[in-house]
């Protein structure tokens, strides 16, 4: 190359990752994956009673009942919120390193407490043994674990 002719180079935007930011926001997108993969898995969960078990003067068996535990779709969207909340700040404060690491740690943090709260929720719940005091006959009626999971009842007569 002489000296008159300009190296080509691209044009500096404001969402462009500088060499510390990338780190911390790819650190960030990896614990909500993370911890929405482990959500996923460890909030799902089934139990099924038939109480008796024997049948009555029909013939029919007394009634079951099926209790089946899921991920919650409002988690996922809560994490997703966060992560996409705490990227466009990052991306706003790309000039001040200090306040950008900051975000994404608080943001990762909470993403976390998030899976980790609504795991805790989960397995409390179902510790409680949602089925144990339900006969045939009588409505079922429990409390939900509701943001934090999904739950589907069946009964059977």
């Known amino acids: 190359m002489s000296g008159g002719e300009m190296v080509p180079t691209q044009p500096q935007t404001a969402l462009a990752p500088t060499s510390t930011e990338s780190p911390r926001r790819r650190r960030l997108?990896?614990?909500?994956?993370?911890?929405?993969a482990a959500y996923a898995v460890f909030s799902q969960a089934s139990m099924g009673r038939c109480p008796g078990g024997g049948s009555d003067a029909t013939g029919l068996g007394e009634g079951c009942i099926s209790v089946t535990l899921s991920p919650s779709p409002l988690v996922f969207l809560a994490m997703a919120s966060i992560l996409l909340v705490a990227l466009a700040r990052i991306a706003r404060r790309a000039s001040d390193a200090s306040v950008a690491e900051r975000l994404g740690d608080?943001?990762?943090?909470?993403?976390?407490?998030?899976?980790?709260?609504?795991l805790a929720v989960c397995y409390l719940w179902w510790a409680t043994?949602?089925?144990?005091?339900?006969?045939?006959?009588?409505?079922?009626?429990?409390l939900l674990p509701f943001p934090f999971a999904s739950v589907d009842i069946e009964i059977t007569r």
């Not at 043994?129 to 009626?141: I, R």
């Open 106 to 118: 608080r943001a990762a943090a909470a993403i976390g407490l998030l899976a980790v709260v609504s």
């Open 129 to 142: 043994d949602p089925t144990a005091g339900w006969s045939p006959g009588e409505p079922f009626s429990t």
């Open 29 to 36: 997108v990896v614990v909500t994956a993370i911890s929405a």
